[in-house]
């Protein structure tokens, strides 16, 4: 016979490790859309400057950020009120994001004031505390003005300084895909994104298969991964796989990028038991993602998890990450990669192309690949002086004609050019680390020297 009686306080092993936190009004308005969808295995929290917002929403968790700076009234789209009003409220924040959480997802709209100036305070906390920090956000539309565009770009470069990974989906092109539907019908598939974002990720976290995928894999593909790219889709019927897979590369959270040159790639193939995933799907699936990377990718993890309230469907998730790491710094010492150079292609030399480029300025903060994924790294860019008209040259990638001081169009009309093309969206430190003509596919044409006797010479004093 004991002569003391013990309790046990076990740890609850079916709390959420992921967050999902909604800051300012873009960001709520996505998490109340998610939270309504029934999104589980996830745990929602909403913060806002707005007090009449938070008591809106239906999701539980609610934050007011800086009630005696703003009174509950907003930020007034000014992202230094949004900022102060973070800092108003540290240990708040940091009890919302304590145990067990190891995961963070920041939703917000780039822009405004108190998603522009929070969002990077709550990502800087959460880094702070050691969790896994995502942020997944919107950029204005370009009739919003300039002034929001370049908040939200400000925004958007703090983000970096504090996330893992961000993700930033372009409010422009998700126009252009549902320009037709109702307004607010264009403004639930856009939260749908970010809702299909999250689901994906809470998916291959928590729902086990037979070829598992866990956390740690994805902190191993998402941790300080700088710019990465997110696509799911379901498809069935006999070419489901390819269908599927398609889809997933061609989603708009990808912003039309292309995923060649990511170091890291995390794959997620769920099913049915009842129409489970075969072999050759599974293959078919990798080597589509394989022959679009090459072999650049040194991290290529892969699960297959069971699902059955998809039927006879296959979902595909893919997760790219790591554009901007150096081909020689991987997750772990030991271990080789064969690395095929990429194939030479031909040279573009048509300026126009410089539109579809500042069209994705927004589609990759943090990173120097952007620009590759446009103009690929082998890709003949510099046109020589001192050539003859109609002589081609070759850089080793491909080849080009160079025009000659005849042939070059009127200076005012170019000059022109340039400036539509460098003034539609401001360039970043990022992006400055390119020369600008490379940036814009400006050619360069020669220049005829001044002979002797055509230069004067002066001096300052006379």
Known sequence: ?????????????????????????GGSNAVNHMFKLGVKDVDFIVCNTDRQALQNSPVPKKLQLGAHLTKGLGAGTNPE????????????????????????????GMGGGTGTGAAPVIAQIAREMGLLTIAVVTAPFDFEGTEKIEQAMQGIEELKLHCDTVLVILNDKMAEIYEKLPLRQAFAKADDVLANAVKSIAEIITVRGDINVDFMDVKRVLEQAGQAVMGSADAEGEERAVKAIEEALNSPLLNERDIRGAKRILLTM????????????????????????????WLFKHGAIIDESLGAKLRVTVIAAGFDLPLDQKPFPSGTVTRIEPVAVEAESDPQNADELVDADYSSPGTNSEIAEKIDENEAMLW???????????????????????????????????????????????????????????????????????????????
């Open 1 to 25: 016979m004991f002569d003391h009686a013990y309790t046990f306080d076990l740890p609850d092993e079916n709390l959420p490790i992921i967050k999902v936190v909604g800051v300012g009004g």
């Open 81 to 108: 009120v949004g900022k102060q009003a973070a800092l108003e409220n540290p240990d708040d924040i940091r009890h919302l994001l304590g145990e067990p959480t190891q995961m963070v997802f920041i939703t917000a």
């Open 270 to 297: 769920s099913s049915s038991s009842e129409h489970e995933t075969a072999m050759y799907e599974q293959r078919t699936i990798t080597k589509f993602i394989q022959d679009k990377i090459g072999k650049d990718a």
């Open 384 to 462: 020589p002086t001192g050539l003859t008209n109609g002589v081609s040259i070759s850089n080793g990638s491909g080849a080009s004609t160079v025009l000659v001081d005849e042939e070059r169009p009127e200076d005012a009309e170019r000059i022109q050019q340039m400036i539509d093309y460098f003034g539609r969206t401001p360039a970043n430190d990022w992006q400055l680390e390119q020369p600008t003509f490379v940036r814009h596919k400006v050619m360069l044409y020669e220049m005829p020297l001044l002979a002797d006797y055509e230069i004067i010479r002066m001096r300052l004093t006379d």
